[in-house]
């Protein structure tokens, strides 16, 4: 999978999270809307033939940029960035765990879904 691509499409998903943001800077609820986002991107992500390790790897290159200047001029985009990595990590593992239970004996690509 071209790393290129996964970050195009996480890329769109990350200007949506933005305008959530600016939503919850202004005392909006927005974790329901953090989570549904995540859940298309990775949707996304996997028709483009992202594998979990792929998905992993992006959003932790993610987590470096918390430490960045922006990231304190852009506090709660942050926060919900971090939280949109948590919800990521949540919805892979259970995927994980599904398919590790699953009898199936097809590659991971041809069972793998966000639930």
């Not at 971090?82 to 765990?97: P, Q, R, S, Y």
Request: net charge negative; aromatic share 6%.
């Amino acid at each position: 999978m071209k790393t290129e691509n996964l970050n195009e499409i996480v890329g769109r998903y990350l200007l949506t999270i933005r305008e959530i943001a600016k939503k919850a800077a202004q005392g909006e609820i927005v974790g329901d809307l953090v989570r549904t986002q995540v859940k298309k991107c990775l949707i996304e992500m996997h028709a483009a033939g992202a594998e979990p390790a792929d998905i992993r790897a992006i959003f932790d290159d993610l987590e470096g940029c918390t430490h960045s200047e922006s990231a304190i001029s852009e506090a709660k985009f942050w926060q919900l960035l971090m939280t949109a990595k948590l919800h990521v990590e949540f919805l892979l593992f259970i995927e994980e765990n599904h398919q590790s239970a699953a009898t199936s004996s097809g590659p991971i690509k041809d069972r793998f879904s966000v639930h």
